[in-house]
């Protein structure tokens, strides 16, 4: 191996001071430098401003995207500490906003009880990638001021004058040279902030988009119901076994707030919750309330001769199917497995969940046993379900294919072998499945064509699914199981991409698979590794026999404003693509567009899912006539 002839002793040992660290590595801090990581900036404020609600003293929270993409985060919490900290002998303010891990949440005499940001980077991190910031605060009848510019001070910290107000401003404007982008999506923002409303009962969160005159947006959140609340916004148009959320709380070393609902549905929707920090991966707080509600509902079934004694066991599945529930728990110092907080780690949570899940919830089903008998009765309904399908579940691992010579459906298998390698294309018929075939890298590509629309696995049940041959081939092919059998580990595809045609029927047999990848196969979407392909819509030719082609009509006047093409055909659909075309536009790695799909905020997609793809017909009508624009030319009715 060659070896560089650079020198290596002290002098190359590079010592990163202040907040250099974080804008050498952003990505370290706050995930991604893209609108996810842009997004998190914000989230981070917000969640200093929560954290004083947390802790008794802030009510309101006032977000504002400014022209220029200036965010504001504004609250009425006790501010900031202006007084000189004893071991930076700068002020408390400056020193939060200046030096990693300072903050007033890592336990002991802290100025916080629980709080979701316990690494003391926040407010330092935002700052450094800033390219301005600047920080208002008011308290201790004053009122005072600091800026600073890409994390370092400016201007310190200045009374300006007096105050009977207390709280903290914080404006800034993320550093262009840092982020992709600097547009902030409302939408995104608005749903993260609806959550947190719903998570602490009486907060009220405001946040407005002021960029546009022309558009200014604003919504208010305060729900004096809570989680109920958040229950009975994600089961809106869902039908409901009983019309009232039940309801769990108990303080203590550790707080418990649970409420959970059961509707018609197939799959159960648990959301989990650690000081505001939603835990998508679940914890012990998670297995807690897993285990309570078992026991719960397999003793009063035994007890009131539901359950025969010959019967076995509800399973944890069948007690949760048709299931939507949110727990939330604040824990003074909390164990997260990693710095992504996304599962919690702390043993005697468990414990503390089950016990009063079990203290609770028996007593209310001996009260209310209407609402006990319709909610076991969809339990049994389940358990049923779930036996029909067992032996089905069992063939659809491709393992088991393997002893066999034959491949699912039309299945064109790639010859690799390293499942992390290889990608399947799943195909709309088989006009454009030959194609695809005789176009794609045999290495690693697979191509699977299906014949006609999928099952809607949102209107199904999973025994349902199992009957529908196209739904069955799928599970076949892609080998990981269905359901809560399903291990993503045991894929044989790195990549399940979605290609059909740029057209109605083409957009309805994504929306079809997605839904039923979204159901039964999730943690494909979740770990990103579901893709949709993204074929040309016009091929232009040029003089000497340049060829160029347009993915949408804006890149078709683009190409064509300033020349004038030859010919320029526009494709119906994939089949009428040759071999050489699908592979240059649409399968070869170095030149397709792809679109991941991905979970940006679990409740809304739920919600969506629910809405647009179930069986209640009001909603679905309600929304599209809110959020599609018609044309002249359009003769839809709706």
């Not at 007033?104 to 301005?132: I, Q, R, T």
């Not at 902030?193 to 919504?219: C, V, W, Y």
């Not at 076994?241 to 059961?262: F, N, R, S």
């Amino acid at each position: 191996m060659e070896k560089y002839n650079h020198e290596y002793n002290a002098e190359q040992i590079q010592v990163l001071e202040g907040l250099e660290a974080v804008r050498k590595r952003p990505g370290m801090y706050i995930g991604s430098v893209s609108i996810r990581g842009l997004h998190h900036l914000v989230y981070e404020i917000v969640d200093n401003c929560v954290d004083e609600a947390l802790a008794g003293y802030c009510t309101h929270i006032h977000i504002i995207i400014e022209k220029g993409n200036i965010i504001s985060v504004e609250d009425d919490g006790r501010g900031i500490p202006v007084d000189i900290h004893p071991k930076t002998h700068i002020s408390a303010a400056e020193t939060v906003y200046t030096v990693l891990h300072a903050g007033g949440k890592f336990g002991g005499d802290s100025g916080y009880k629980v709080s979701g940001g316990l690494h003391g980077v926040g407010a330092s991190v935002v700052n450094a990638l800033s390219e301005w910031a600047e920080v208002t605060i008011q308290r201790d009848g004053g009122i005072y001021e600091m800026k600073f510019q890409r994390g370092k001070t400016t201007e310190k910290l200045t009374r300006l004058g007096d105050s009977k107000k207390t709280g903290t401003k914080v404006r800034f404007l993320a550093d262009s040279t840092i982020f992709e982008t600097l547009e902030y999506d409302f939408g995104t923002l608005e749903e993260r902030f609806r959550e947190i409303a719903f998570l602490n009962k009486g907060l009220h969160i405001t946040i407005e988009d002021q960029r546009n005159d022309e558009n200014l947006k604003k919504s208010e959140f305060c729900f004096e119901g809570g989680l109920i609340s958040f229950v009975e916004f994600l089961n809106q148009n869902k039908e409901k076994i009983h019309p009232t959320p039940i309801y769990i709380e108990k303080d203590g070393e550790v707080p418990v707030e649970i409420a959970l609902q059961y509707t018609t549905a197939y799959t159960e929707n648990i959301y989990t919750f650690v000081n505001n920090i939603n835990t998508i991966e679940g914890g012990t707080h998670l297995e807690g309330f897993k285990r309570g509600i078992t026991k719960v509902f397999n003793d009063y079934a035994r007890a009131h001769n539901i359950l025969k004694e010959k019967d076995s066991n509800l399973l944890g599945e069948d007690i949760r199917e048709g299931m939507t529930a949110v727990i939330s728990v604040k824990v003074k110092e909390p164990q997260f497995e990693g710095q992504t907080k996304t599962k919690l780690g702390n043993s005697v949570v468990t414990g503390i969940v089950q016990s009063m899940v079990v203290e609770v919830l028996a007593p209310f089903l001996e009260e209310n046993p209407s609402v006990a008998k319709a909610i076991l009765e969809k339990c049994i309904s389940a358990s049923r379900a779930r036996e029909a399908a067992r032996k089905a579940r069992e063939l659809v691992r491709r393992k088991n294919s393997l002893e066999s010579t034959t491949l699912p459906g039309k299945l064109a298998d790639c010859s690799e072998k390293d499942a992390s390698q290889c990608e399947v294309y799943i195909v709309e018929g088989d006009s454009a499945g030959g194609s695809a075939k005789q176009g794609r890298d045999r290495r690693y590509q697979a191509i699977l064509p299906l014949r006609g629309k999928v099952l809607n696995t949102e209107k199904a049940k999973i025994e349902e699914a199992y009957k529908n041959a196209e739904i069955n081939t799928l599970i076949y092919t892609i080998g990981a199981g269905v359901g809560t059998d399903f291990d993503i580990k045991d894929c044989n595809y790195d990549k399940v991409i979605i290609m059909t045609d740029a057209d109605v029927d083409g957009s309805h047999i994504q929306v079809l698979l997605i839904t039923f990848f979204y159901r039964y196969m999730r943690p494909l979407i979740e770990e990103g590794r579901l893709y949709i392909a993204t074929p040309p819509l016009y091929k232009i030719e040029f003089a000497k026999n340049e060829v160029v082609y347009a993915y949408n009509d804006e890149e078709l006047k683009e190409y064509t404003k300033n020349r004038k093409p030859i010919d320029t055909q526009r494709y119906k659909g994939l089949g009428e693509m040759d071999a050489e075309q699908l592979w240059e536009t649409t399968m070869d790695p170095e030149h397709r567009l792809l679109i991941r799909v991905k979970i940006t905020d679990a409740a809304l997609a739920e919600k969506r899912v629910s809405v647009l793809m179930g069986d209640n017909v009001d909603p679905r009508k309600e929304w599209i006539e809110e959020n599609v624009e018609f044309s002249l030319e359009d003769d839809y009715k709706i």
